[in-house]
């Protein structure tokens, strides 16, 4: 999209120029709404990423994002703060809150405050089931899966309205939305039922059900959870199961999903050496048990220290949530590779369902690569993280 584009909808939210600009908003949200991720513009997209930057030093540091989608060619600051109803999550997610025949699946290991007293006494921070965090949005055409990192996000269907929880303030957050059509959603929920989720609000309307049987049991799953919080480990699954998932307007990405049994490092013993590619990955350093970069098998996994998107501000990964993992080198002319989900790189995460979410590009690429700054080394050091010129292999 185009700067001007951008300029336009910032005036529009200011009030400089209601009449003239408020225009094409109202035509685009005046027919019936689809489920789509959607940009701060408005514009429905087939992708986009969202950096959720940490808090600062002011109130509303915290609150400020960045983001990229088709036509961005790279981090692109946000157009407002990620609490409002106004920029692409609050536009995305906020169709949850419409009365429609949608079907919607919401999980987190860290529910919403009020919901995690129903999960059977499991406490606000559930240590077993997946790790892993999102929504999946659909109707009988299309939806979006969002994947992201954010504890107690979002507030279930009956709250109402789109907000962000004060959970997500302090730290960097990474979310990936994606645009697919029906005919997705049965794969999106098998790899689902891979994970493990904490779904803790959820709805498949009859009229949907025969084209997502994998999500309307991951539904029926919850409820009976609810009732016995002992049968929370039901059916075996397989271990770990990748698939292409190839968006609405014909992006390819891969989804890699494990569940407890792997009980390995997602990315050294899987990711990496699926997409022969070495990979720096950021994840949340808070926790015990964190794995060393591991240069042990022929694609290397280097642990990201020092974080700076879109040269905006720098930032410790010690104050960062995101969980993400990039290509250490640009690839050929498809890109680099680059991975946003749910694992942070720890022991007790190895036996945790979750997973991520891939795709080659070289501007999404670039736009994660720049903002890996430091890297723990091979030998344990700190220091940069390599060229990014070096060759692929
Ligand atoms: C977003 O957060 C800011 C800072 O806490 C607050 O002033 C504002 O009212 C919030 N906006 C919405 C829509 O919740
Ligand atoms: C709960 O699960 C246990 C073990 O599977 C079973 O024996 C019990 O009957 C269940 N209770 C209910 C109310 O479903
Ligand atoms: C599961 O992960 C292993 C690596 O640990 C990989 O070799 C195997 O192909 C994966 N299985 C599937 C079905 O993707
Ligand atoms: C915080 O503020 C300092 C000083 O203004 C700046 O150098 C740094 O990049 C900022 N960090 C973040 C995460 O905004």
């Known amino acids: 999209m185009s700067p001007n584009a951008r300029l336009r909808v910032y005036y529009v939210h200011y009030g400089t120029m209601p009449a003239l600009a408020l225009l094409p908003l109202l035509l685009l949200e005046g027919g019936a709404s689809q489920l789509s991720c959607y940009e701060d513009s408005g514009d429905a997209v087939d992708w986009f990423y969202l950096y959720k930057l940490p808090h600062n030093q002011s109130d509303i540091d915290g609150l400020k994002y960045l983001l990229m989608s088709g036509g961005d060619d790279g981090w692109v600051d946000g157009n407002g703060l990620v609490n409002e109803t106004t920029g692409a999550l609050g ?16 999980y987190n290991d860290q529910p919403p405050e009020p919901m995690a007293k129903t ?17 999946v949005l659909f109707d009988k055409s299309q939806g979006f899966w969002l994947v992201h990192s954010t504890p107690h996000f979002p507030p279930p269907k009956s709250e109402g309205q789109f907000s962000y929880p004060s959970s997500g303030v302090v730290n960097g957050q990474n979310f990936i939305c994606v645009t697919y059509a029906l005919d997705k959603f049965q794969t999106i929920g098998e790899q689902l039922k891979i994970n493990q989720p904490h779904v803790y609000d959820c709805h498949v309307p009859e009229s949907l059900s025969s084209y997502v049987p994998s999500l309307v049991h991951l539904c029926k799953k919850n409820r009976r959870d609810r009732r016995n919080a002992t049968l929370i ?35 050294h013993s899987w990711v990496a ?6 990979l720096l990955v950021q994840f949340w350093h808070r926790s015990t048990g964190i794995l060393p970069s591991d240069c042990s098998n022929k694609w290397k996994v280097l642990n990201v220290q020092l974080v700076s998107p879109g040269q905006r501000c720098t930032f410790s990964t010690m104050d960062d949530h995101s ?7 640009a690839g050929g002319s498809s890109g680099g590779w680059v991975c946003v989900g749910d694992i ?30 430091e890297c723990e080394s091979c030998e344990g050091e700190i220091g940069n993280c390599g060229s990014d010129k070096s060759p692929a292999t």
């Open 91 to 106: 536009r995305t997610v906020g169709h949850l809150y419409e009365n429609g025949d949608y079907g919607y699946i919401l």
């Open 119 to 135: 999960l059977g006494g499991v406490s606000a921070s559930s240590s077993s089931g997946g790790h892993t965090k999102g929504v």
């Open 233 to 267: 480990h039901t059916s075996p699954t397989a271990a770990n199961r990748s698939v292409a998932l190839t968006t609405l307007a014909g992006t390819d990405f891969i989804s890699f999903a494990k569940g407890p049994s792997f009980s390995n490092d997602l990315y």
């Open 273 to 278: 050496p699926t997409l022969l590619s070495n």
């Open 323 to 329: 969980k993400w993992a990039v290509s250490a080198a």
């Open 344 to 373: 942070n790189r720890n022991q007790a995460e190895e036996r945790r369902g979750g997973g991520t979410v891939c795709r080659q590009d070289p501007v999404v690429w670039k736009a994660y690569r720049m903002a890996a700054l």
